[in-house]
């Protein structure tokens, strides 16, 4: 079936280093690609989205690229700032149906 | 604009005692609506979901149930509450297809 793997954490950070948080898919046909924060005691808010192929969603300094051949969208952002901390979910919806599937989420700490 | 609304935002119960979360949606006719479950430090278990007045899906076995009184309204119970609810509670909504999910703030139910 459909499903998400992203990167375990926790992961560490000083201020305005560079982010990666991986993030892998199997999914039939062509879903939909997404990222979520969520900061402490708050639901998820949507970070930024992708809907086909090589689509790059982009937000507040984050981006992400729909790569299928390698069936990836990984979270990426060139300086981050302690008010990122938080912890990240990938997510996919198959376009069909009703479903959505979350990773296990991501814990970022960015240290001044 | 749309929004969702949870409420409460905390709730401490004792075991064995009833539960009811309330989730609204404004801004939007036939929402999809679901029900997730965070336990701390972990992913989304996606608890129900509905497509319409009175349709509910549940994605696992367990003491809670879910209703749709009405089209943009989404209530969770049990009667008898366990130690393992505990957790934060996420209701979402989307639009259907390929539409992201938009998150409530959540309620964070504490069983004593």
């Known amino acids: 079936g459909d499903s998400v793997t992203q990167m375990e954490g926790p992961v560490t950070l000083s201020e305005e280093a560079f982010l990666t948080i991986n993030c892998t898919y199997t999914?039939?046909?062509?879903?939909?690609l997404f990222w979520y924060v969520q900061y402490p005691g708050e639901g998820l808010q949507l970070l930024l989205k992708?809907?086909?192929?090589?689509d790059k969603g982009s937000n507040k300094g984050f981006e992400a690229t729909y790569r299928k051949e390698t069936t990836s969208f990984h979270l990426e952002k060139g300086s981050v700032q302690v008010s990122d901390s938080a912890v990240y979910f990938c997510a996919l919806t198959p376009n069909t149906g009703n479903q959505f599937y979350f990773g296990t989420g991501t814990s970022l700490t960015v240290i001044p | 604009s749309q929004t969702i609304h949870q409420w409460p935002a905390t709730l401490v119960q004792p075991v064995g005692s009833p539960l009811s979360l309330e989730c609204t949606v404004e801004?939007?006719?036939?929402?999809?609506l679901y029900w997730y479950r965070q336990a701390a430090g972990r992913g989304l278990q996606l608890l129900f979901y509905s497509v319409g007045i009175g349709q509910i899906s549940s994605e696992v076995p367990q003491n809670l149930s879910a209703s749709r009184p009405q089209d943009r309204q989404f209530i969770l119970s049990s009667k008898k509450l366990l130690l393992s609810d505990s957790g934060f509670y996420l209701c979402?909504?989307?639009?259907?297809?390929?539409?992201?999910?938009?998150f409530g703030d959540g309620t964070r139910l504490s069983i004593l």
């Open positions: 999914a039939t046909g062509y879903p939909s």
């Open positions: 992708a809907t086909k192929a090589d």
């Open positions: 979402a909504w989307n639009s259907g297809g390929s539409q992201p999910q938009h």
């Open positions: 801004g939007t006719s036939n929402p999809n």
